[in-house]
């Protein structure tokens, strides 16, 4: 199974509540700030054990979404630094299916 951690941007908690609420399959959905590895790694263990999925993959999806999107990172935690306070980074980490499925309801809405 290969997972796939995204960075979607900025937005503030009752939609990041809505997206979870309204989407149940597929990815999950959380909102950082300020947006830093080590809290990244722990929503992905707490996400490994509800998902059954493997922490080490689960740990290497996560470094890996960061060490590729550095450059990124920096600008999403300047943009949120500029931000209202009640304003998240909107992370979600998944499968190749679960990203498959959001995908398709997308379509479907």
Known sequence: ?????????IS???HLYELEQRYPLGPVFAGFRPC??????S???QTAQRRCWDLDLVHQAVLKGWLERE?????WQF?????????????GLGSER???QRCEQLFDA
Do not use: C, H, K, Y
């Open 1 to 9: 199974m290969t997972l796939l951690l995204q960075f979607f941007g």
């Open 12 to 14: 503030d908690a009752l």
């Open 36 to 41: 830093q590895l080590d809290r990244l790694l």
């Open 43 to 45: 929503w992905g263990q």
């Open 71 to 75: 450059e990124l990172i920096r600008q």
């Open 79 to 91: 943009r949120l630094r500029a931000s209202p306070s009640n304003q998240l980074l909107v992370t």
């Open 98 to 100: 679960d990203w498959q």
